[in-house]
């Protein structure tokens, strides 16, 4: 099947899912189920491209497993906030500047089944690989296991952290949160590379590199660090103002010694 093909199928499925998604926020007033519509669709289409595609099959099958097993903890992880706790705060405020007009969330839900066909790019070039290079393969799952670690241990220690009533209002600066703003984006950036070290060989190998520089854009400048820190400067104040000048933003790193 052409990547065309896969684009499309993948884009129909995705904007279908989303509608049900959006109809689910409209009735509960909780927009962040998108975030878990998103990891999840990204990994189905892992595991579609996969299936579809036209490359060696072990190195198709790693891309399933190691794909499919990234969106389904992302996805779990963030509906099992979306379940137990209010709206997102980013999405409250968003709820608040549309006055909550439902078409406005209705084309951002379907925006986002679009960026799942963009973010599914690098699958395919995994998918159309016709070579199984085992150091390839094995340079790629040691970059997937650290950074899904990575991920996981900061989202544990941000909810732990928050689970504390004696927490509410600060800001959390425990664990890999004491070198990074934001360790978990951080990871899920990094968990990007391991689709370039899959896709070594393949004619399309130039699309795997979407992957880890798409995510940048959006992570740096677009949906994940303005909007999590607009509303942390919302909540906290100058509380996070100090984080700031003292924490690195993305990549971790020493805090300031000055502000230590």
């Keep these: 099947m052409s990547i065309g093909w896969q684009c499309l199928i993948l884009w129909l499925s995705a904007a279908t899912v989303m509608t049900l998604g959006w109809q689910w926020q409209r009735s509960r007033s909780n927009a962040g189920i998108v975030d878990v519509l998103w990891a999840a669709g990204v990994g189905a289409g892992a ?3 996969a299936l579809s595609g036209s490359g060696a099959p072990v190195t198709r099958a790693v ?3 190691l794909g499919g097993a990234w969106g389904m903890r992302l996805a779990r992880h963030l509906w099992k906030r979306v379940r137990g ?3 997102d705060g980013r999405y409250k405020h968003l709820r608040t500047h549309w006055n909550g007009v439902q078409w406005k969330f209705f084309a951002f839900f379907q925006f986002q089944a679009l960026l799942i066909v963009l973010f599914a790019l690098p699958f395919a070039a995994v998918a159309g690989n016709p070579q199984t290079s085992l150091p390839w393969l094995a340079a790629g799952a040691a970059v997937w296991v650290l950074s899904v ?6 989202d544990g220690q941000l909810a732990r952290f928050r689970a504390d009533p004696a927490n509410k209002g600060r800001t959390c600066r425990r664990g890999l949160w004491r070198y990074s703003r934001h360790p978990n984006y951080f990871f899920e950036w990094l968990h990007w590379f391991a ?3 899959l896709a070594v060989g393949s004619p399309f190998f130039w ?3 979407s992957g880890p520089l798409v995510m940048y854009v959006f992570l740096r400048w677009i949906s994940g660090v303005p909007y999590t820190e ?3 400067l919302r909540s906290r104040g100058d509380e996070y103002r100090d984080y700031q000048r003292s924490t690195p933003m993305l990549i971790p790193w020493f805090p300031k ?3 230590q």
Excluded: K, T
């Design 63 to 65: 891309l399933a497993i």
């Design 230 to 232: 607009a509303q942390a």
């Design 257 to 259: 010694r000055s502000e």
């Design 149 to 154: 670690v990575g991920e996981s241990v900061a």
């Design 85 to 87: 706790e209010p709206e």
């Design 47 to 49: 595991v579609f491209m």
């Design 195 to 197: 689709y370039v070290f």
């Design 207 to 209: 699309l795997a590199w």
